[in-house]
């Protein structure tokens, strides 16, 4: 057992009171928020930790606040190119003697950073797992004083994990090369087995672990049942117009439909999958990571190297693969902490796709076996009616978790219907036609239509046969989509001609005997989306989780705009979302009022400062 931590001495002084004040002056946030606090000390007294924080979480701050206190020069480990050079530029930005090395830097670049290095005037280096752990990179740091190794997206070292990169195995080898050193493992999404994984691999069984709650209070989630999916997609860009946001779809010719449908809507729209060449994709992420407004349609190809922190929306134009993947997906809004959106639709013909992923993608049935779960757990969660980010909560571990009182459920709750009759029926019909029909042929078998050929006709004679007259056809296929989301049917035979299969006959047998209920969410309830949209948008606004919409916030990012190509950097490199809205709100007319908003350091305040408070004024005039 551990003892209570000793309360703090009042006397004696704050032993985070230097790092406050490098976060306050470097960084111009007021105080630490979250488990910030608590890993910085770990990591300031020279020991290892292990930090899971949610995306927007602020993990960055757990190594750059050390890193400026520590003597030496931190090490940050990352496994992407596009972040790395995004968070050197925003250091930069903000008077932080910065530099990394990759395989994308100028060679002249390149000598200055090495030279500064071996001068010791660096705080920060970014580097690539290869680039640390070759022997070039190696002899390097063996001279430099080390401050700290961080290591980011520590996820990477598991194979549980989905972004499995095996380069960060040989991370572990760290621990014997700079014994003295402090490691921290950073990561967002990493759930028991995952972080058991990580410190395994990463030699960091000692290490003390900080899990945060993966409570992401300014994400507004929704999931929705497809239903003319591309229109609606088309409808919820437009309402958000001028916003960043991301689209995943789940093939190459729909994101490129879905890109092009936009644009057609006055919607600025890039499509991006692996099917393009290199370079266009380069320029189309460059394109979305430099502005504010643009839309990518994309397949998860586009992933890890989104570090934008002013994504606005999230919507998955097809279901991802798991809870773990909807979470990082959608987790990619908001990452500044200000409003955003995360909506979700599906249908159980992205069932059947994954579980065609999985049964294409390996051979081990255990692995087959957790994957179709994880997938099943998926579509219940979407398809269920529980608030959408307890329901994430609780998934990851969390307990105790209150809804959110934001998202779809919480704020229109979904009427459900015992339909255990009529999953009973279905199942039946099912079996009695063999198991050799698809989902419209049962249905219409079912309700008895007039049979369409010689194999209908002989399944007519069925006791099965119109006995699901009394209903119509979108309420059989909530039964059948309910039923496949629960694993009791599965869609077998060949993938463009699926039939309906008997998947769980204990399950079924439940089923038949009335011992296990099936609830399906009451069909014919659409209307209510505008109001739902609406209503989100006032509580938002009541709960002060919404962006200024002044004139004055337009104009600041306009502001920010011109700043930002100037420099050739993001516009969130100058200031986020979230401090332009604060600077609107407040309208302070002098340089320490501005300084007092979250955001808001010196550097910034010297160099930006004059501009933006002249706005402020010209505003109030
Ligand atoms: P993560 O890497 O965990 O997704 P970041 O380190 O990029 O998150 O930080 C997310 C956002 O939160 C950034 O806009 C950052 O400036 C802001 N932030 C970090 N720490 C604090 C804090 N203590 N107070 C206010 N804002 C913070
Ligand atoms: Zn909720």
């Not at 991006?272 to 266009?280: I, N, Q, W």
């Not at 419209?440 to 010689?454: C, S, Y």
């Not at 694993?487 to 001609?497: A, F, I, K, N, Q």
Request: glycine content about 8%.
């Amino acid at each position: 057992m551990s003892l209570p931590a000793p309360l703090p001495d009042p006397l004696l002084p704050d032993p985070l009171a230097p790092a406050r004040d490098v976060l306050r002056r470097v960084f111009g946030h007021p105080d630490f928020r979250g488990l910030q606090g608590d890993v910085i000390t770990e990591v300031l007294a020279g020991r290892d930790a292990l930090a899971i924080l949610p995306t927007g979480g602020g993990k960055s701050m757990c190594y750059q606040v050390p890193a400026l206190l520590r003597e030496g020069v931190a090490v940050v480990v990352s496994p992407l190119i596009a972040l790395m050079q995004d968070q050197v530029a925003t250091l930069k930005d903000a008077g932080v003697r910065a530099g990394r090395l990759d395989s994308s830097l100028p060679p002249a670049e390149r000598l200055d950073v090495l030279a500064a290095l071996s001068e010791g005037m660096l705080d920060l280096l970014y580097v690539s797992p290869e680039g640390l752990m070759s022997g070039a990179g190696l002899d390097r740091l063996k001279h430099a004083k080390i401050a700290l190794i961080a290591i980011d997206e520590a996820h990477c070292v598991s194979q549980w994990g989905h972004d499995f990169r095996p380069d960060y195995r040989s991370l572990g080898r760290l621990a014997e090369l700079f014994p003295n050193v402090p490691r921290l493992a950073v990561t967002a999404t990493a759930d028991r087995e995952t972080q058991a994984d990580i410190r395994r691999q990463l030699k960091l069984e000692h290490a003390r672990t900080f899990v945060a709650s993966f409570d992401r209070p300014n994400l507004a989630l929704a999931a929705e049942r497809k239903a003319n999916p591309q229109k609606r997609i088309v409808d919820l860009a437009r309402e958000r117009k001028g916003q960043a946001g991301i689209v995943y779809a789940g093939t190459r010719d729909s994101t490129e439909q879905i890109a092009a449908a936009l644009e057609n809507a006055g919607v600025r729209a890039f499509a991006y999958h692996a099917g393009l060449d290199a370079r266009l994709r380069e320029k189309r992420q460059h394109t979305f990571q430099n502005e504010d407004d643009v839309v990518m349609a994309a397949t998860i190809a586009f992933g890890m190297g989104v570090d934008k922190p002013d994504v606005r929306f999230v919507i998955h134009a097809d279901a991802p693969r798991s809870i773990e993947a909807y979470w990082q997906e959608v987790g990619r809004a908001g990452r500044d902490g200000a409003p955003a959106d995360g909506i979700a639709l599906y249908g159980a013909g992205d069932l059947r796709r994954t579980l065609r992923f999985i049964e294409e993608g390996t051979t081990d049935p255990a692995v087959k076996a957790a994957q179709a779960k994880k997938a099943r757990q998926l579509f219940s969660f979407l398809d269920g009616m529980t608030c959408r980010r307890a329901g994430v909560r609780r998934y990851f571990g969390e307990e105790n978790v209150e809804p959110c009182g934001a998202c779809d459920v919480c704020l229109d709750p979904p009427a459900s219907v015992d339909a255990t009759e009529w999953a009973a029926k279905a199942i039946s019909a099912v079996l009695r036609t063999d198991q050799r029909f698809g989902r419209a042929r049962v249905i219409a078998h079912l309700m008895g239509r007039p049979a369409q050929n010689a194999a209908d006709e002989a399944y007519a004679s069925k006791t099965t046969y119109g006995i699901g007259a009394d209903v119509d056809e979108n309420h059989w296929k909530a039964v059948f989509d309910q039923l496949l989301f629960d694993g009791v049917l599965v869609e077998g035979g060949e993938d463009m001609r699926p039939v309906l299969q008997v998947a769980d006959d204990e399950a079924t047998r439940a089923i038949f005997r009335k011992e296990r209920e099936i609830r399906i969410r009451e069909v014919a309830k659409k209307s209510g989306r505008r109001d739902v949209d609406e209503r989100r948008a006032v509580r938002a606004a009541k709960k002060g989780v919404t962006l200024n919409s002044s004139p004055l916030f337009t104009q600041l990012r306009a502001w920010r705009r011109e700043k930002a190509a100037e420099q050739d950097v993001p516009p969130y490199v100058i200031f986020h979302d979230a401090t332009l809205s604060a600077i609107a709100d407040a309208k302070p007319k002098t340089l320490p009022d501005l300084g007092r908003i979250s955001g808001v350091g010196e550097a910034k305040l010297k160099r930006y400062g004059a501009e933006v408070v002249a706005l402020c004024i010209l505003e109030g005039a």
